[in-house]
């Protein structure tokens, strides 16, 4: 067994260790000394927990283990979640000193650490993702929340982990959809930082498909760290750290006029970057080497069918709106982007209908 | 027409001001210049809107100004409460650059203060408190929150305000017996940490029960002064913040075996002190004369007859309780407190007795 890769989300006495490896829940980690106080409750669902919930107790045999397994979907991504996991919490009688640890995808960790952030106005958390969008991704960077009926994450807080651990064995049992939607987090991080990690990815998006576990390895460390330093010098999206943003306010109109849980949110972030990109002043072949390797990773390049109306009014409902103009991520090249509302009208039109919108 | 009070919470970027004096929602303070963006939502309650909403909104005259009115009391201090507010929110289509303001009680406080955490994880908030124990506890230091059946303020976040806006001509309309609520958070205040304060109050005590205009302003404003020390030094009561709960473990379990609202927060405050004292090892005569302050406030000095096993049950289920013992706050004298366990079971049975429970 290889040693764990480490790094270090620096955000001075909030900083966090993110560790990625293989054989981490099998007892390679002593996730135990990461923990507050004498018990703690391991938030997941029903098709992450029947895997592996039995072995992350056994890496807390020193604490009183509580449980409780969430519906599984995004549409289960509601405050009625977050209360019912509070509930969970008094009943247990905790008290400030517990450790709320999250095992399974986004939904899993946005949730159960917006309840962390809650709960006696925040308690400890620990993030276990187990899907690779989790792990390249929603994991990292303290965003928890859940949805309003009429918007994606408008209900949450900044809430960071003690602790990321990620288990690449856990991808063994993720399927391929779901492996495909995290390789659109993990382009996007290319795309918009770094050229060459993009051009590592073109080479190696069939190995990564094929689940080839070096290639994992790298593209999920890479991608933490191009997360963790937006992050670290942006914390709470004053300004940069919305580059991470990109494709998603496109993505987030998506989801929310198909419904939750129609499209993975990778599939829809799929789609908004190939808009996005098309809305950027960005040179040939740039543009359409994007498109290429999304479309390579089995991904979608166009939105579903729908009212382009009502997918309209769902962006401009997005927490980026400002001065009643819609902000975007645009491009200047491959691994450069920068926030901007420098499109004009008839282009922004102009992909809609490229869109088939 | 005196110039205002104004004292600032320090806590770096974070800081704020406290404005005290009478007036301030007649005109005689700028707070448009103090929003964050062109629109807000003034959450008040369905006792305070008729008062001084209006006045309110004639300070706001560049701005969309939105407004709820919840049902007044703290069987509404709820997630549905926060639900609703956000609602609002949504449906009005702010997005980030918008201020929730807080015109009430410290239920109203408490409750915008979370729906502000939580909106789009969190926006610019204003307290514009309106009854004594919200201008000189609740409205400052950046607790917000709501109840769970089991156990108050049990969800909630640590979310500072920008502003904190006292008119003290808002005590004129407040009723007697919230007027001597908020008194039992004066004498709090003295007691812990100001011996000096507490002789001003013995002293002064009649003329702040006769709502003498000068007397309550300088009550108010040592008030929050104190607590704004407390603060800066200990923002999310890591030590001594704690100090601020005196009398606390015993008024929140009284609160919660009572039912929310029965007795008000202060008049339960006012029961938890004499215990508290009570447990301490304070000499004579000073235990006596924090009762006699706090029957001459017109406050109870007994809690209401109850069963004391339930109220045993209650306090441990307090956020203050650590490695299985109740922590207490306790006293050494008059202007000195220390938070510890050293006390005695025996001594502790002995308060129940006294208190005839």
Redesign the interface.
């Known amino acids: 067994m290889t040693e764990p890769r480490t790094l270090e989300v620096d955000l001075g006495a909030r900083s966090y260790p993110i560790i990625i490896g293989g054989g981490l829940l099998g007892g390679a980690f002593d996730l135990s000394s990461h923990l507050v106080g004498s018990d703690c409750l391991v938030v997941s669902n029903e098709t992450v927990a029947p895997l592996y919930l039995k072995s992350l107790k056994k890496n807390l045999p020193d604490r009183a283990v509580h449980s409780i397994n969430l519906k599984d979907g995004e549409s289960f991504k509601t405050?009625a979640s977050v209360?019912s996991i509070?509930?969970c919490l008094?009943?247990a009688?905790t008290?400030?000193?517990t450790t709320v640890i999250a095992l399974g995808g986004g939904v899993v960790g946005d949730i159960a650490g917006f309840a962390a952030?809650?709960?006696?106005?925040?308690v400890a958390f620990i993030q276990v993702p187990t899907t690779l969008l989790a792990q390249v991704d929603s994991s990292v960077g303290g965003?928890t929340?859940v949805n309003?009926p009429?918007?994606k994450?408008?209900?949450?807080?900044?809430h960071q982990p003690r602790l990321v651990l990620i288990d690449t064995d856990t991808l063994v049992t993720l399927p391929d959809r779901e492996l495909r939607a995290g390789l659109a987090e993990v382009i996007k991080h290319g795309v918009i930082s770094d050229a060459e990690f993009f051009e590592w990815l073109e080479v190696n998006i069939d190995a990564l498909l094929a689940r080839d576990a070096d290639a994992l390895a790298h593209a999920i460390h890479r991608s933490c760290e191009i997360k963790a330093a937006v992050v670290s010098a942006d914390e709470?999206e004053k300004g940069n750290r919305a580059l991470l943003n990109f494709g998603h306010t496109f993505a987030h109109a998506i989801e929310n006029c198909l419904g939750y849980g129609e499209w993975l949110h990778g599939e829809a972030v799929a789609a908004g970057m190939v808009m996005a990109t098309d809305l950027s002043d960005i040179e040939q072949p740039a543009g359409e080497r994007i498109r290429d390797l999304i479309a390579a990773a089995g991904l979608p390049v166009l939105p579903p069918a729908m009212d382009a109306k009502k997918l309209r009014a769902a962006m401009?409902?997005d927490?980026?709106?400002?001065a009643k103009r819609l902000r975007f991520v645009l491009l200047k090249s491959i691994g450069e982007a920068y926030i901007g509302t420098d499109y004009s009208e008839s282009l922004l039109n102009k992909v809609f209908q490229n869109a088939g919108l």
Chains 1, 2 share one sequence.
């Open positions: 405050m209360e509070i509930d008094v009943s009688h008290n400030r000193d952030a809650c709960y006696m106005r925040g965003k929340g309003h009429d918007g994450n408008l209900i949450g807080a900044f709470q401009e409902m927490k980026k709106v400002r």
